[in-house]
């Protein structure tokens, strides 16, 4: 990575472990201390569109979004101003701050940004009844968890590829989770930025029996008080989120069934918690999905 444009060092650059898809660093120059994103450019499940990211963090950040500054980009590194702040828990979060977030994805919704081509989504990994089999033969901690859960899987899979779209496309990150947020004096600081999946993820803890509907509520009226116009409800508000959290375990399973260290993205371990997370999760997500569907009303 090329970063004498931050500065010189004033001490080595320092990995921030917990990245579930790249990996992170520290940087501190005479010029001020930098996020320094290290892309993941060897098994990304879509290419990476690092220009149109770069410039919708731009945009995003003369608007006013409350985020770090973009500083640079290149073909492999996403360089952002450090900003110091407190973890959000993953636990539901106030509703003055539901609805403060609500307001920062309307906003995020409305730039108007021109786009030379709109991104082609590829059909739905259907090779879970392989990847079960493959799990297995290796011994996998996770294979016979896998191998209950593929019907499941394969439904998914088809609810995402099947699922209508409502409205209009808006430009958005798919992922404002807990840990993609900070707060800094009381105040939501987004780290990565779609609608009714941070709905659901700031209304509920690590797990979906304590998911509270006052506070998903609340990001629907900060979203409609900053001139959000709310699609119909129904399994579109979520179907992003389970096209994503299906295809990253997948992703990760593939690693662990590599069962090689790899140089970028996460570690070897992180990808194992990742699989099993997702293997017991995802089911219980998807088999709940009409009760989820409900809480917009």
Known sequence: MNLSHLGAPIGPMVRVHGGFANRMYRLDTDQGSFAVKELNLVDRRW????EDVFRLERAAFAAGIPMP???????DTLVHRWVEGEKVPEAPVSAACAFEIGEILARIHALD???ADAPIEDPTSRDWPELAARAAATGQPWAEELASHVERFLAMAHAVDTCERPGHLVLTHRDIQPWNLLSREGRPVVL???FGSTALSLAKGSGFDDVEPAIFRS?????VAQGGVLPPSGPSWFVFMIGGWLGHPRWNILRCLAGVEAGTGPDLALSYEIVRNGVRGLPDLFGRLLELETLPA
């Open 192 to 194: 990565d930025w779609e």
């Open 47 to 50: 290419p990476y569109r690092g």
């Open 113 to 115: 940004l021109a786009w």
């Open 69 to 75: 500054e973009p500083i640079s980009a290149s073909n």
């Open 219 to 223: 990001v629907l009226d900060g979203y």
